[in-house]
């Protein structure tokens, strides 16, 4: 019996490609000539460019020119590779988020500079200590107060950047230091 190499084409192949799940002969990613052609265009479809063989020799000004070719030619859908889709509901279901749209939902939509000067005093005041990490404080005016904006606070002249700059600003009412580990603390006068 001779058993020499045959390159015949009834020869059996071992190995199946990973896009269509049939036997061909496959290239290092495990896909067929056909899939491996798919795959480029899905790249080419979704702009990623540093992973596409094809795209690798085209000059970065004609790389979209070469995305709407592929998608004349051969559509816009998705061949291979699952399309990068929107998820249909636009809420996440985290923990996280869903504690923003309840704090979103009671805060103060309509607030006076008042308003935060007192919330801040009354957060202080019942904290139960001298001084009261300003962090905390802050935390407090977020989660009370709709999209609270220092710059809108004070005086109309005054455009404050920060809320220990606006809460600095009354040294009548808060007493505000500055420890050696860089963390603010507050208390009231």
């Known amino acids: 019996m001779d058993y020499s190499e045959d390159d015949s084409a009834d020869e059996l192949i071992d190995t199946f490609c990973v896009g269509c799940d049939l036997p061909?002969?496959?290239?290092?990613?495990?896909?067929?000539?056909?899939?491996?052609?798919?795959?480029?265009?899905?790249?080419?479809?979704?702009?990623?460019?540093?992973?596409?063989?094809?795209?690798?020799?085209?000059?970065?000004?004609?790389?979209?020119a070469l995305r709407e070719r592929v998608i004349r030619d051969y559509g816009a859908a998705y061949e291979l590779i699952d399309s990068p889709k929107k998820p249909k509901n636009k809420r996440s279901k985290s923990r996280a988020s869903q504690r923003k749209r309840e704090i979103a939902a009671q805060a103060i939509r309509d607030y006076s500079t008042d308003d935060v000067l007192q919330v801040a005093h009354d957060f202080i005041r019942a904290q139960n200590e001298e001084w009261v990490n300003f962090s905390r404080v802050a935390q407090c005016l977020y989660e009370t107060f709709y999209h609270l904006k220092p710059k809108r606070l004070g005086q109309p002249d005054k455009k404050y950047k920060s809320l220990l700059k606006f809460l600095a600003d009354y040294p009548t009412r808060f007493e505000v230091k500055c420890d050696e580990a860089s963390v603010y603390w507050i208390r009231q006068r």
């Open 24 to 64: 061909f002969a496959v290239n290092d990613l495990g896909l067929c000539n056909t899939c491996f052609a798919k795959l480029e265009r899905d790249l080419i479809r979704s702009r990623d460019w540093a992973y596409s063989v094809t795209a690798f020799g085209v000059a970065p000004d004609q790389l979209e």
